[in-house]
């Protein structure tokens, strides 16, 4: 398992993303929050929450919740 560590005072804004591909409609497929730095020459950090193509035990709503939560944390 690979860890990242991320320092929030380098963070300038987070963004939640989320993904219903066209094949599963109604359905979150995808969630994760983008780290945008302050400095614009820092590549943003992804986090992701859920992915069905790697997670096929977890709920998305249930993480979504969760990723909205950090995202007013960070915020």
């Given at each position: 398992m690979e860890v990242d560590l991320v320092n929030l005072t380098e963070?300038?804004?987070?963004?939640?993303?989320i993904v219903n591909f066209p094949d599963r409609p109604g359905?979150?497929?995808?969630?994760s929050l983008?780290?945008?730095?302050?400095k614009t020459?820092?590549?943003p950090f992804e986090m992701v929450f859920h992915n069905d193509e790697d997670?096929?035990?977890?709920?998305?709503e249930v993480?979504?919740?969760?990723?909205?939560?950090?995202?007013?944390l960070i915020n």
């Open positions: 963070i300038a804004n987070c963004e939640l993303k359905k979150t497929n995808f969630v983008v780290l945008l730095y302050k020459e820092v590549k997670d096929i035990n977890s709920e998305a993480q979504l919740q969760k990723a909205k939560k950090w995202q007013k």
